[in-house]
Protein backbone atom coordinates (compact mmCIF):
# COMPACT_ATOMS: atom_id res chain seq x y z
CA UNK A 1 0.00 0.00 0.00
CA UNK A 2 1.28 3.91 -0.85
CA UNK A 3 0.01 7.08 -0.51
CA UNK A 4 1.95 9.44 -2.51
CA UNK A 5 1.29 13.23 -1.31
CA UNK A 6 2.50 16.29 -3.25
CA UNK A 7 1.86 19.53 -4.24
CA UNK A 8 3.39 21.45 -0.71
CA UNK A 9 5.61 24.47 -1.41
CA UNK A 10 6.35 28.13 -0.60
CA UNK A 11 3.61 30.78 -0.64
CA UNK A 12 2.90 34.29 1.08
CA UNK A 13 0.37 34.21 3.72
CA UNK A 14 -3.21 34.83 1.85
CA UNK A 15 -2.10 32.53 -0.91
CA UNK A 16 -3.46 28.96 -1.70
CA UNK A 17 -2.26 25.69 -2.51
CA UNK A 18 -4.10 21.83 -3.50
CA UNK A 19 -2.62 18.70 -2.22
CA UNK A 20 -3.02 15.60 -3.43
CA UNK A 21 -2.47 12.33 -2.27
CA UNK A 22 -2.66 9.10 -4.20
CA UNK A 23 -3.47 6.10 -3.36
CA UNK A 24 -1.62 2.54 -5.07
CA UNK A 25 -0.98 -1.00 -3.88
CA UNK A 26 -2.89 -4.42 -3.38
CA UNK A 27 -5.19 -3.15 -0.47
CA UNK A 28 -6.51 -0.16 -3.33
CA UNK A 29 -6.74 -2.63 -5.99
CA UNK A 30 -8.81 -5.22 -4.74
CA UNK A 31 -10.75 -3.08 -2.32
CA UNK A 32 -12.52 -0.10 -3.16
CA UNK A 33 -10.63 3.43 -2.45
CA UNK A 34 -14.18 4.59 -1.65
CA UNK A 35 -14.37 2.09 1.38
CA UNK A 36 -11.38 4.07 3.05
CA UNK A 37 -11.78 6.87 5.42
CA UNK A 38 -9.04 9.52 3.84
CA UNK A 39 -7.49 12.35 6.70
CA UNK A 40 -4.72 14.86 6.57
CA UNK A 41 -2.59 15.50 9.22
CA UNK A 42 0.20 18.16 9.71
CA UNK A 43 3.16 18.21 12.00
CA UNK A 44 4.90 21.25 12.63
CA UNK A 45 8.48 21.40 13.85
CA UNK A 46 8.80 20.45 17.66
CA UNK A 47 5.03 20.01 17.50
CA UNK A 48 3.20 17.01 17.97
CA UNK A 49 1.36 15.63 14.55
CA UNK A 50 -2.19 17.15 14.42
CA UNK A 51 -5.39 16.11 12.99
CA UNK A 52 -6.22 18.60 9.62
CA UNK A 53 -9.29 17.24 8.29
CA UNK A 54 -11.27 14.00 6.91
CA UNK A 55 -13.50 12.48 4.12
CA UNK A 56 -15.32 9.48 4.63
CA UNK A 57 -16.95 7.00 1.99
CA UNK A 58 -20.31 9.06 2.81
CA UNK A 59 -18.54 11.97 1.38
CA UNK A 60 -19.23 13.36 5.12
CA UNK A 61 -15.88 16.10 6.01
CA UNK A 62 -14.60 16.91 9.32
CA UNK A 63 -12.17 19.63 9.63
CA UNK A 64 -10.08 21.02 12.54
CA UNK A 65 -11.26 24.43 13.94
CA UNK A 66 -8.10 26.37 13.14
CA UNK A 67 -8.69 25.11 9.26
CA UNK A 68 -12.69 25.60 9.38
CA UNK A 69 -13.82 27.99 6.37
CA UNK A 70 -10.19 27.66 4.83
CA UNK A 71 -9.28 24.03 3.96
CA UNK A 72 -11.41 22.10 1.55
CA UNK A 73 -11.27 18.02 1.47
CA UNK A 74 -12.58 15.72 -1.51
CA UNK A 75 -11.74 12.56 -3.06
CA UNK A 76 -11.94 11.36 -6.16
CA UNK A 77 -12.73 7.94 -6.23
CA UNK A 78 -11.93 7.12 -9.99
CA UNK A 79 -8.53 8.55 -9.47
CA UNK A 80 -7.79 7.08 -5.76
CA UNK A 81 -7.03 10.47 -5.12
CA UNK A 82 -8.02 12.88 -1.77
CA UNK A 83 -7.38 16.69 -2.27
CA UNK A 84 -6.69 19.16 -0.03
CA UNK A 85 -7.58 22.66 -0.71
CA UNK A 86 -5.98 25.39 1.48
CA UNK A 87 -6.79 29.21 0.77
CA UNK A 88 -5.87 32.09 2.86
CA UNK A 89 -2.77 30.40 4.20
CA UNK A 90 -1.36 31.81 7.37
CA UNK A 91 2.11 31.06 8.76
CA UNK A 92 0.68 29.00 11.53
CA UNK A 93 -0.15 26.66 8.96
CA UNK A 94 3.34 26.13 8.05
CA UNK A 95 3.94 21.97 8.38
CA UNK A 96 4.50 18.70 6.85
CA UNK A 97 1.41 17.60 5.38
CA UNK A 98 0.62 13.99 5.51
CA UNK A 99 -2.30 11.66 4.54
CA UNK A 100 -3.45 9.17 5.66
CA UNK A 101 -6.16 6.13 5.36
CA UNK A 102 -8.03 3.58 7.35
CA UNK A 103 -10.87 1.07 6.50
CA UNK A 104 -12.14 0.53 10.08
CA UNK A 105 -11.50 3.58 11.73
CA UNK A 106 -14.86 5.02 13.56
CA UNK A 107 -15.59 8.73 13.39
CA UNK A 108 -14.94 9.40 16.90
CA UNK A 109 -11.65 8.30 16.19
CA UNK A 110 -10.72 10.41 12.91
CA UNK A 111 -8.82 12.87 14.62
CA UNK A 112 -6.50 10.62 16.53
CA UNK A 113 -3.14 9.89 14.47
CA UNK A 114 -2.81 5.94 15.73
CA UNK A 115 -6.10 5.24 14.38
CA UNK A 116 -4.59 5.01 10.86
CA UNK A 117 -2.81 2.04 9.44
CA UNK A 118 -1.44 3.64 5.99
CA UNK A 119 0.52 6.98 5.74
CA UNK A 120 2.07 9.05 3.05
CA UNK A 121 5.45 10.39 3.19
CA UNK A 122 4.41 14.07 3.85
CA UNK A 123 4.74 17.21 1.83
CA UNK A 124 5.97 20.78 3.20
CA UNK A 125 4.06 23.60 3.23
CA UNK A 126 5.87 26.69 3.88
CA UNK A 127 3.59 30.32 4.60
CA UNK A 128 5.67 33.30 4.82
CA UNK A 129 4.24 36.57 6.27
Known amino acids: VQLQASGGGSVQAGGSLRLSCAAS?????????????MSWFRQAPGKEREFVSAINRGRSTYYADSVKGRFTISRDNAKNTVYLQMNSLKPEDTAVYYCAADRQVIVSSYFSASSYDYWGQGTLVTVSS
Open 25 to 37: GVSFSSVSFNSYV
